[in-house]
């Protein structure tokens, strides 16, 4: 029985040594799937993220055109009016003319 003793040892520290394996193998291919489903999740957060960066430059670039537009539309108002009170003006000017000149023929009747 002696002999069969440390031949059973060794058997049962072999088997440890298996199931040892086996459990290291199961958490190796546990964590490549892992990684593999993380992986797959990051790059459809990155194609997503793109997608909207790339939605975000082209609202961006219609802003920057509609605020041009609106800034071309303001100018044009701005010229509109300075227009505008030039001719006001002139017309107050020759308000004032002809009134003068009604109360330059007015006075000229009444003597």
């Known amino acids: ?30 964590l490549r799937a892992k990684l593999a489903i993380e992986r797959r999740e990051s790059t459809a957060t990155k194609e997503g993220l793109e997608t909207k960066l790339s939605s975000l430059e ?6 920057r055109c509609d605020n041009h537009s609106l800034q071309n539309t303001v100018t044009l108002c701005h010229k509109d009016i300075d227009r505008l009170i ?19 023929q007015d006075h000229c009747r009444t003597y």
């Open 86 to 104: 030039s001719q006001l003006v002139e017309a107050k000017k020759e308000h004032k003319t002809d009134q003068i000149r009604s109360l330059a």
């Open 58 to 63: 082209r609202d961006l670039q219609i802003q």
């Open 1 to 30: 029985m002696a002999h069969s003793i440390p031949r059973t040892r060794a058997v049962a520290a072999l088997r440890m040594k298996q199931i040892a394996l086996k459990n290291q193998s199961r958490m190796i291919r546990r």
